[in-house]
């Protein structure tokens, strides 16, 4: 089904552990970003990425890494999960950078015990 | 720095008109959203304006810009219950890369 799908859609998980977190979309988009969100603070930019093998960091980058080899995936993990990182994260995509809508998954929700 | 600033919650009746508002920092954005978020849904854009308009009409959304003040309003008529959800405003500052900073989200409330 086309979309922009994220997987798992719930996670609980360790401190210390290394979790990865996917994103999946089927319409091509160039763009691809991950955010995070918690009350209080919105949806905060973790890392994008303008096209396959390009990623670029984003507002709150540390403890999570990103890669980009095919154009359809951009998967995050979190290295070694710290409960500050317990949130529900959002991926979402664009064709373009500017201008163009952002196309939202349906979040992932995590929590670091 | 970029900031993007909102009332956390409110409360109306079911027919009554909604404004809900924003303060954004950055006047170099480009683009001003309004996202809704309905409860265990991502994100879902509503509307957009371009930083050279005043102001964008669609159907019951009116989105206001005031370059002056870097304030963005979106207001609802006739708003209905299906229309509670979280509202988030989301500037875009830099051409071509797609980052948008993001308000910390109006809960809007209908009451029936």
């Known amino acids: 089904d086309a979309g922009i799908t994220q997987s798992p859609r719930y996670k609980i998980t360790e401190t210390g552990r290394q979790v990865t977190l996917m994103c999946h979309q089927t319409w091509s988009h160039s763009y691809m970003f991950w955010y995070r969100q918690d009350l209080g603070h919105g949806l905060r930019l973790i890392y994008y990425?303008?096209?396959?093998?390009?990623?670029d960091k984003g507002e709150v980058p540390d403890g999570y890494v990103v890669s980009r080899s095919k154009t359809e995936n951009f998967p995050l993990t979190l290295e070694s999960a710290t409960r500050s990182q317990t949130s529900v994260y959002f991926c979402?995509?664009?064709?373009?950078?500017?201008?163009?809508?952002?196309?939202f998954g349906p979040g992932t929700r995590l929590l670091v015990l | 720095g970029e900031d993007v600033e909102q009332s956390l919650f409110l409360s109306v009746r079911e027919g009554d008109s909604s404004v809900i508002n924003c303060t954004y920092t950055d006047s170099s954005s480009t683009y001003l959203y309004w996202y809704k978020q309905e409860p265990g849904a991502g994100l879902q854009l509503l509307t957009y304006?371009?930083?050279?308009?005043d102001m964008k009409q669609d159907q019951r959304l009116t989105v206001l810009l005031n370059k002056k003040d870097k304030h963005l309003s979106l207001r609802i008529a006739d708003t209905q219950t299906g229309d509670s959800a979280i509202y988030f405003c989301a500037e875009s500052i830099t051409s071509n890369t797609g980052k948008l900073i993001f308000g910390q989200g109006t809960t809007l409330q209908v009451k029936p």
């Open positions: 990425s303008a096209a396959a093998d390009i990623t």
């Open positions: 304006i371009f930083s050279n308009m």
């Open positions: 979402a995509s664009s064709t373009t950078g500017d201008r163009e809508t952002q196309y």
